[in-house]
Nanobody
Framework: QVQLVESGGGLVQPGGSLRLSCAAS????????MGWYRQAPGKARELVAR???????NYGDSVKGRFTISRDVVKNTVYLQMNSLKPDDTAVYYC??????????WGQGTQVTVSS
C-alpha cells in the first residue's frame, strides 16, 4: 500500500506560479513511475507530467515548457512546478504512484484555480 498526500493547490492569477507536492508513505526510490494528472469539470482525467524510475519525464502537450516535474527520493516526495498558469489549467490535480507497472495509487486531489 502507498498513501499519497498532495499539497500546494490554491487560487492564483493568470501568469502566476504554484508548486504542488506529493508525499508518499514509503520509499519511492524503486517506483516504476510517479506523476500528476488533472481533471477539469466535465472533462476526462489527463496526464500532466510523469517521471519514470530512470529519471526520464513525460509531459502533456498543453503544459510543455511551463510545468516541471521533479522528485526527492530522500523525502519520498514528487513536485510539480507550474509557471505561466492559464485559466485552462484550472482543475483538480491528482498525484499518481506506480510502484510497479501493474499497480497504481492515487492521492485525494488538490484544487488549482487560475482566475483573476
Amino acid at each position: 500500500q502507498v498513501q499519497l498526500v498532495e499539497s500546494g493547490g490554491g487560487l492564483v492569477q493568470p501568469g502566476g506560479s504554484l508548486r504542488l507536492s506529493c508525499a508518499a508513505s514509503r520509499s519511492i526510490f524503486s517506483f516504476s513511475a510517479m506523476g500528476w494528472y488533472r481533471q477539469a469539470p466535465g472533462k476526462a482525467r489527463e496526464l500532466v507530467a510523469r517521471i519514470i524510475s530512470g529519471g526520464s519525464t513525460n509531459y502533456g502537450d498543453s503544459v510543455k515548457g511551463r510545468f516541471t516535474i521533479s522528485r526527492d527520493v530522500v523525502k519520498n516526495t514528487v513536485y510539480l512546478q507550474m509557471n505561466s498558469l492559464k485559466p485552462d489549467d484550472t482543475a483538480v490535480y491528482y498525484c499518481n504512484a506506480q510502484p510497479g507497472w501493474d499497480t497504481t495509487y492515487w492521492g485525494q486531489g488538490t484544487q488549482v484555480t487560475v482566475s483573476s
